[in-house]
Every structure is written in structure tokens, then in C-alpha cells.
């Protein structure tokens, strides 16, 4: 089977990322098979670049990637006195001021953001290992189709560190405090059936039918109007922000509004 992105000229391709757009779908490959598509600061900076990159007619964007693994987390080579080439070490991070640590993983986050804009809706097609910044970046999409032979894995408090990478957040909210600070501190492996039964997991499939069942997913996504779809992903993203009473107006002015755009007497 051809690869999601095999027969489209690519938008971006760098550092381990290729950007590809098929009219309204969009997808970002993970492409560094070699190292288990390990990631590092220059592939941070090119999926952020993705994400600025990104045509007004995407509507879906697609994350995946190539090999058995999905991305086995961070770079060793960020653990070594050196690190990276032309990269501040995670020594240098530490010596350096407040301002210019907190600066420097913004920018690291800043690839793991733009995932759950309003106007996209984003999955993940995970396969094999989903490690650390791995699974934070699966946890950045909005929603995940996995392959039966996946194992996500939090170990960065086994390192002596914390998820950083945004994945806090979505994994209390999916699984709930007392899984993800189980998950968190014991750094152990979550596979196919649990991913799926406590909600990390939209859909868990075979390996050889996760790019069709992406595509399936997809095209239920493109098969409503784009604007009823941003709506309701705003209605949804907010609800934990607001009290049962105020989600209810904030429905109450979204109706509005599609109706309104329904009609032709919309703004």
C-alpha cells in the first residue's frame, strides 16, 4: 500500500519532517526511520514550521510516520555533555538564566501547539514505540488511531525530568489525574487495548490497516461543514473552562451563529 504522502511533492521536507497537502488534508511525517524517528530541537523547529506552513484549505492534518516506530522520544544525544551541534546542551539550559531556560522551552513547545488550532482537526497514526516527547507529540493531536503493536511510554520522570512537551494537560484530561501520575512516575508501557479502553486511543487497529483507517477517519471528518465543525471543536475545547451554565450559553451563541450563516444573514 502507497504511503499517505508518497505521491504528493512535498510543501516542507527537513530534519526529519516532511509536510505534505492533498487539498484539505494535510500530513506530517515523522521521517528519520534509521533512529526511530528520535526527536530533537531542529525537528521541533521544522514541525512548527509545518504548522505555519499549513494552506487556508486544510481541514485535516494527518501525523505519522515512517518505520516500526513512531518516535522513540528524545535524542540520546541531548543526555551527552555535548548535545546537539550548534544546540545548547541540557548543562548549558541549566547555567543559564531563568528567562533564557523558560524561552528556549516555550520554543520546544511551540511544535507541539499548533496541533489543536480551531481550524484543523488533527490525528495521529501511531505505530510501535510512542516514548516520551514520542507520546507527548501523539498526545498533541486531537485525536489518535494506533496500530495493535504500540506502546506509549512517559519516562521522562524516570530520567529525573517532567513532561514538558505539553503532554500533561491532554493526558489528565483523556485518562484522568491518578492514571497519567501512575503512568507519569512509573514510566511503564500502555499498549493497544488499554490505549483504547481509557480513551488514549480513538481507534486501535491491525498495523497493515492503520493508513486506511486513518483515511476512513478523515473523510468522516471532511464529510460535515467545515464551519459547524470549528464551532463545535470550540464548544468542546472550552468545556473545561466554563461552568454548566455558561457552556450552555456558549452553545446557545454558537447556534446562533451557524444559523445565522445557514440562513445567508450572517456577519
Same mark, same amino acid.
Not at 73 to 87: N, S
Not at 149 to 169: C, H, I, K, N, W
Given at each position: 500500500?502507497?504511503?499517505? =504522502? ?6 516542507? =521536507? ?57 518516535? %522513540?522520544?528524545?535524542?540520546? /544525544?541531548?543526555?551527552? $555533555?555535548?548535545?546537539? =551541534?550548534? +544546540?545548547?546542551? &541540557? !548543562? ?5 538564566? =531563568? ?6 522551552? %516555550? +520554543? ?14 488533527? !490525528?495521529?497514526?501511531? /505505530?510501535?514505540?510512542? !516514548?516520551?516527547?514520542?507520546? /507527548? ?31 500533561? @494537560? ?6 484522568? @489525574? ?10 511503564? &508501557?500502555? /499498549?493497544?487495548?488499554? %490505549? ?21 477517519? %478523515? ?5 460535515? $461543514? ?11 475545547? *472550552? ?11 456558549? +452553545?446557545?451563541?454558537?447556534? *446562533? ?11
Amino acid at each position: 500500500m502507497a504511503s499517505l =504522502d508518497s505521491v504528493i511533492d512535498p510543501v516542507l =521536507d527537513k530534519d526529519g519532517v516532511r509536510l505534505t497537502v492533498d487539498d484539505a488534508i494535510a500530513t506530517v511525517t515523522l521521517t528519520n526511520p534509521a533512529k526511530r524517528n528520535a526527536q530533537s530541537p531542529a525537528l521541533w523547529r521544522a514541525l512548527t514550521e509545518a504548522g505555519r506552513l499549513l494552506p487556508g484549505t486544510v481541514r485535516v492534518v494527518v501525523l505519522r510516520a515512517e518505520g516500526k516506530s513512531f518516535s %522513540a522520544g528524545l535524542d540520546r /544525544q541531548a543526555f551527552t $555533555p555535548e548535545g546537539f =551541534d550548534g +544546540e545548547p546542551s &541540557f !548543562i548549558d539550559l541549566a547555567r543559564g538564566g =531563568d528567562a533564557e531556560l523558560d524561552a528556549t522551552i %516555550a +520554543e520546544y513547545q511551540a511544535a507541539f501547539t499548533w496541533w489543536r488550532r480551531s481550524d484543523i482537526v488533527s !490525528i495521529a497514526a501511531v /505505530q510501535g514505540h510512542a !516514548i516520551g516527547a514520542g507520546f /507527548q507529540l501523539a498526545l498533541a493531536c486531537d485525536l489518535r488511531v494506533v496500530a495493535d503493536d504500540v506502546q506509549f511510554a512517559m519516562r521522562e520522570t524516570s530520567l529525573g525530568l517532567v513532561p514538558d512537551l505539553t503532554g500533561t @494537560y491532554p493526558l489528565v484530561s483523556l485518562v484522568g @489525574y491518578a492514571r497519567a501520575l501512575e503512568i507519569c512516575a512509573t514510566g511503564r &508501557f500502555v /499498549q493497544a487495548e488499554e %490505549a483504547e479502553r481509557t480513551g488514549l486511543a480513538n481507534l486501535a487497529v491491525p498495523g497493515d490497516q492503520l493508513d486506511d483507517a486513518v483515511r476512513d477517519l %478523515a473523510a468522516a471528518l471532511l464529510s460535515a $461543514p467545515r464551519d459547524a465543525v470549528i464551532e463545535t471543536k470550540a464548544l468542546l475545547q *472550552g468545556v473545561g473552562e466554563r461552568t454548566y451554565e455558561e457552556q450552555r450559553v456558549a +452553545e446557545r451563541a454558537a447556534q *446562533g451563529r451557524r444559523l445565522r450563516d445557514l440562513a445567508g444573514v450572517g456577519e
